[in-house]
């Protein structure tokens, strides 16, 4: 983008009120730089995949920030289909985000904990969902609440960036989704892109893609034939909360024999871990082919008809 085009789009943000993310992640800076602004909400994720809470939130938060439980508020469910951790009913999913007070013309900044990958997924699987229901305005705090209360005063040991504490109480509004079908990948569909030349990229611990272990709740061990894998804490720095930069990425998709470019499709067990592949692919690396299994292997394993591929079988 050119010095006019940015200036222009500046003023017309300071002139609406609204803030214009230019990238899928924003920093700690720019996150200093839009507290209090109008139409920004800053969506605070820690939870217990964290080893938080929602008193964490209370002791001290983004001021203006809102706080939501990702496994209880109802961001996931069970499908009809009886499986686990999936994509909540539109209209389940409008009422929470409503309740949060956004509606569609909000700008979303979701902060993860930021302290490992594990938690960063809660961000990702949040951002995803927001996409998938057509809301584009949406970003990540990239290292999370670890990154933005990481410099501390040398006297007082207390965190230098503004922290606000108690409950923010927001008025209700109306959010209404766009819901984006081509985002949602059946098991059809991968059955359909085994054959088809398309990478499979399965985001799981080492342990599983190999089936020397599996998910509780998965039927089988194994993964999906032909997938390569790329475990999830392989994509923040030292399985940490921030991401790595696109050329550290591509080397790791090479390592492992994944194509990073064309048609593309994570997956995982629930979709949680899948979630980074897909944010770092889509998002970061810009394969707008990229897609995400939610059912993944629960789902997989669960149809005795599909078939799996287990390495090392010890059983």
Same mark, same amino acid.
């Given at each position: 983008?050119?010095?006019?085009?940015?200036?222009?789009?500046?003023?017309?943000?300071?002139?609406?009120?609204?803030?214009?993310?230019?990238?899928?992640?924003?920093?700690?800076?720019?996150?200093?730089?839009?507290?209090?602004?109008?139409?920004?909400?800053?969506? +605070?994720? @820690?939870?217990?995949? %964290?080893?938080?809470?929602?008193?964490?939130?209370? @002791?001290?938060?983004?001021?203006?920030?809102?706080?939501?439980?990702?496994?209880?508020?109802?961001?996931?469910?069970? +499908?009809?289909?009886?499986? %686990?951790?999936?994509?909540?009913?539109?209209?389940?999913?409008?009422?929470?985000?409503?309740?949060?007070?956004?509606?569609? *013309?909000?700008?979303?900044?979701?902060?993860?904990?930021?302290?490992?990958?594990?938690?960063?997924?809660?961000?990702?699987?949040?951002?995803?969902?927001?996409?998938? #229901?057509?809301?584009?305005?949406?970003?990540?705090?990239?290292?999370?609440?670890? %990154?933005?209360?990481?410099?501390?005063?040398? *006297?007082?040991?207390?965190?230098?960036?503004?922290?606000?504490?108690? #409950?923010?109480?927001?008025?209700?509004?109306?959010?209404?989704?766009?819901?984006?079908?081509?985002?949602?990948?059946?098991?059809? +569909?991968?059955?359909?892109?085994?054959?088809?030349?398309?990478?499979?990229?399965?985001? @799981?611990?080492?342990?599983?893609?190999?089936?020397?272990?599996?998910?509780?709740?998965?039927?089988?061990?194994?993964?999906?034939?032909?997938? !390569?894998?790329?475990?999830?804490?392989?994509?923040?720095?030292?399985?940490?909360?921030?991401?790595?930069?696109?050329?550290?990425?591509?080397?790791?998709? +090479?390592?492992?024999?994944?194509?990073?470019?064309?048609?593309?499709?994570?997956?995982?067990?629930?979709?949680?871990?899948?979630?980074?592949?897909?944010?770092?692919?889509?998002?970061?690396?810009?394969?707008?082919?990229?897609?995400?299994?939610?059912?993944?292997?629960?789902?997989?394993?669960?149809? !005795?008809?599909?078939?799996?591929?287990?390495?090392?079988?010890?059983?």
């Amino acid at each position: 983008m050119n010095k006019f085009l940015i200036t222009f789009s500046i003023a017309i943000s300071s002139f609406t009120g609204a803030a214009i993310a230019a990238e899928p992640l924003v920093d700690v800076e720019w996150v200093k730089s839009n507290i209090g602004k109008p139409g920004v909400v800053f969506l +605070d994720v @820690r939870g217990k995949l %964290a080893g938080k809470s929602k008193a964490d939130y209370l @002791r001290g938060h983004i001021p203006g920030a809102v706080w939501t439980n990702y496994l209880k508020d109802g961001w996931r469910s069970k +499908d009809a289909g009886g499986t %686990a951790g999936q994509l909540s009913p539109t209209p389940k999913l409008e009422k929470l985000i409503g309740g949060l007070g956004i509606d569609n *013309a909000t700008h979303v900044v979701v902060v993860p904990n930021g302290g490992k990958a594990l938690d960063v997924g809660t961000g990702t699987r949040i951002y995803w969902t927001f996409k998938v #229901l057509g809301h584009d305005n949406v970003s990540l705090l990239n290292g999370g609440m670890v %990154a933005y209360t990481k410099a501390v005063d040398k *006297a007082s040991k207390k965190p230098v960036n503004p922290l606000e504490k108690g #409950l923010k109480k927001v008025a209700a509004k109306t959010f209404k989704a766009n819901l984006r079908k081509e985002m949602l990948i059946t098991k059809a +569909d991968v059955k359909i892109a085994m054959t088809s030349g398309t990478a499979l990229i399965d985001h @799981r611990p080492n342990s599983q893609f190999v089936g020397v272990n599996r998910h509780r709740l998965a039927k089988r061990f194994g993964t999906i034939p032909g997938a !390569k894998n790329l475990p999830e804490n392989w994509i923040t720095v030292n399985g940490g909360g921030t991401f790595r930069i696109k050329s550290e990425l591509t080397k790791l998709y +090479d390592a492992v024999g994944a194509k990073a470019t064309g048609k593309q499709i994570n997956f995982c067990n629930t979709g949680h871990w899948a979630s980074l592949g897909w944010f770092v692919s889509h998002e970061i690396m810009g394969n707008k082919q990229s897609k995400m299994y939610d059912g993944s292997m629960l789902e997989w394993t669960a149809d !005795k008809s599909l078939p799996v591929e287990q390495k090392v079988n010890v059983q």
